[in-house]
């Protein structure tokens, strides 16, 4: 069973930063990319990251480059997410998700394949 725990969420002032981790298990094989995903009520969640286990490929919405970095520790199946100069509007739910592969098209984010869900982590932005 697929499993991914993200951890790291919390309150942060404006321009502070944070660590976001996603612990995964369940994998039969590294053929896998993670990708980060925030939501806030009332919008669709996006897609803001992701990398790719099998050759380090990685992702990121216009929003954050520049500011997030995303990177991965494969002998722990761990993915980072490494937020700094935070903003109110970075404030949302964070999802971590697995899937065969992702790819970015128009700025959207997407994974491909059967898709898994971790429960969500909340950051806080105060400004």
Known sequence: EVQLVES???VVQAGGSLRLS???SGFTS???AIAWFRQVPGKE???ISSISFVDGKTHYKESVKGRFTI???NAKNTVYLQM???KAEDTSVYYCAAGADSAEAM???YLIGDVYWGRGTQVTVSS
Do not use: P, V
């Open 22 to 24: 996603c612990a995964a």
């Open 84 to 86: 700094n100069k935070l």
């Open 71 to 73: 990177s991965s520790d």
């Open 45 to 47: 969640r996006e897609g």
């Open 30 to 32: 590294d053929n896998y």
């Open 107 to 109: 700025d959207i984010i």
């Open 8 to 10: 790291g969420g919390g």
